[in-house]
């Protein structure tokens, strides 16, 4: 009977494993679902905002596939620990399938970038979404101003979740230190910055729409940034050197940005600033810790960029956080193509010098780049897992070894199987209602660990 490894349990892995045991030209398939975290879902786990419970909602179909009584979910297993290589896993099955996404964020490159109170908007999200790689310390909220570098969905919710009230956050899961720390925030304007126009810009309307929708902050937009955007125009005038129709997302989000132009102040406790055309250059320090961000103005280039004006702006900023794209990161023993940022393939086989490596795979963002919505995996996943059929027949002679599991123990890994992840939602379950809440996050590698052990002792706020 084949046995397929997936790499990955966010989106695209379990789709992967969906489309295996769903599909009917192999019957019998089993998949065993691997993690490096004890914990399931991926970025669904730790990357959304605490308060898109909808998006968070499709852990329950998530959950579905992995409790197939043909899927085994296999947490704390990391690729490159402990002698496992790609190489040996292979040994250990029919066939891998990586799904192990873009962990890295992408930099500013500029001078003043690695100063105290600098940040990836990843580790941000991290922190407030309790992964256990997040710093310890994790964020202070004590500057008056944020500046936010871009102007996609992350970017959005980051800029959102420091202009919320803390106790919108108390029914969610947000850990206890992260909602402790946003209660007592000083932010009060948070400076989301692009260097592009809104017609541009890579937020979808719907996360746009959810700012003007906070009822302790106000959205505010200069019409001299809008000014500048060639698709931008009052409703009596055409859109002066538009080159191409835009596209409904766009058109949408030039409305939505017109109208908080147009609308009056309303002297609410928090503003979130939307600026455009301004590049940063530099930030600017004082004592060792960011103070501000210098920003170049910029104009629309007649091909789609944009240009620089040699006019620039400060942005005073106590924190600034960068959300300028994720990146994906190399595993040793795969091909990987560092301009773009993903494995080399070809309909998802993994190509060694050009030539298709029998067994090897990938799907999602390690295979095409951070594109796309969470739905775009599993049409990603449906590609990578019809090559791996078309393939099915070479694969089926190769020889494996017994049952995974024991190899892996016995190199040293201590999987976390589906039982266990039940134990750390029973304990996070009753973190919550020790602390007067719903479930709360366990934000630690012990924590965790300890819980899928069933040795999670008495409930801790910290």
Known sequence: MPRIAVVGSGPSGVYTAQALVQQTLVPGILVDVLDRLPAPYGLVRYG???????????????????????????????????????????????????????ARDR?????????????????????????????????????????????????????????????????????????????????RDVHMVGRRGPSQAKFTTKELRELGALPSAEVRVEPADLALDPAYAPARAPAAGASQPLAAVNRRNIEV??????????????????????????????GGRVRAVRFERTAPDGAGGVRGTGTYEEIEAGLVLRAVGYRGVPIAGLPFDETSGTVPHLAGRILRDGVASPGEYVAGWI???????????????????????????????????????????????????????????DAEAALGAALGRRSVKIPDWEGLLAAARGEAGPPSPT
């Open 107 to 187: 930099r500013l490159g500029i001078p003043g970038e690695d100063l105290a109170g600098s940040h990836s908007a990843t580790d941000f999200v991290s922190w407030y979404s309790a992964h256990p790689d997040a710093a310890p310390a994790g964020f202070g909220l004590g500057a008056r101003s944020v500046v936010v570098v871009g102007v996609g969905n992350v970017a959005v919710d980051v800029a959102r979740v420091l202009a919320r009230g803390a106790e919108d956050f108390r029914p969610t899961d947000v850990p206890h230190p992260a909602l402790g720390a946003l209660a007592d925030s000083a932010v």
């Open 48 to 102: 959304v905002a605490p308060d898109h419970e909808k998006i968070k909602s499709l852990q329950n179909t998530l959950r579905s596939v992995l409790e197939h009584d043909r899927v085994r979910f296999l947490g704390n297993v990391e690729i490159g620990a402990r002698g496992l290589t790609p190489e040996r896993l292979l040994g250990l099955y029919h066939a891998v399938v990586y799904c192990v996404g873009a």
């Open 367 to 425: 295979k095409r780049g951070p594109t796309g919505v969470i739905g775009t995996n599993r049409a990603c996943a449906k590609e990578t897992v019809g090559s791996l059929l078309a393939d099915g027949a070479r694969l089926a002679g190769r020889r494996i070894e017994g049952d995974p599991v024991d190899a892996l123990r016995a190199a040293g890994h201590h999987p976390v199987e589906w039982p266990g992840w039940l134990a750390i939602e």
């Open 257 to 286: 940005v017109r109208n908080w132009a147009d609308a009056p102040e309303q002297g609410r406790a928090r503003r979130i600033h939307l600026r455009f055309f301004l590049r940063p250059v530099e930030l600017l320090g004082a």
